[in-house]
């Protein structure tokens, strides 16, 4: 059997991986989650959310590595791979992660929301199922949440600059001249925090 990677020398490591995936999506506009395969000492598939590059909801970044791995591998059996995810996987990532019989997988802050590895369903661990997952979680998990916080927040001060450049361009000036006045505070604190994302 292949050897796993070292929860105590190797976790830390190959998160930052699925980190600097997480940074290449917000870059590109995509929520950022990274994910990374490893087996032994070696990455074999590392990948991000592409759910708006592809317009497909199924393009999660667990999804993403399992295909990469399985096609790189010649194999959909997942038996050697840790899995490494920046956020908790939500119920279609879990299911596919038990699908692929992945032994192990690691990830950095939990989704309360729709997290499939305990906060909402427990399904990489159900009893009735045939193969449960050994499960790590907390690494580098203040850097994996304030990335989706970082990037969210951005979206919404980027929304209400659109909102008031809209506002500017329509032939209703006077309104726009009165929504800026009244917008004010919150524009040059948008405009800042906007050349923010820019570097
Ligand atoms: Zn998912």
Known sequence: MTARPDPLNDDDRFMNIAL????IAAYAGEVPI??????GNEVIARGHNLRETLNDPTAHAEMIVIREASV???????TDVTLYVTIEPCAM???AIVLARVPRVVFGARDPKAGGGGSVFQILQEPALNHRVE???????????????????????RDKV?????????????LRTQKIHIDNKGFFS???ALSAVKK
């Open 162 to 174: 659109d909102k008031i450049v809209k506002t500017q361009n329509s032939p209703q000036r006077t």
């Open 135 to 157: 499960l790590a979680s907390g690494i580098k998990e203040d850097i994996c949440s304030n990335i989706l916080k970082d990037f969210f927040g951005n979206r919404r001060v």
């Open 34 to 39: 990274g994910a990374v395969a490893v087996i």
């Open 20 to 23: 600097e995936e997480a940074r």
């Open 93 to 95: 990532c879990a299911g």
């Open 72 to 78: 790189k591998l010649g194999q959909w059996r997942l």
């Open 190 to 192: 948008a405009t800042s």
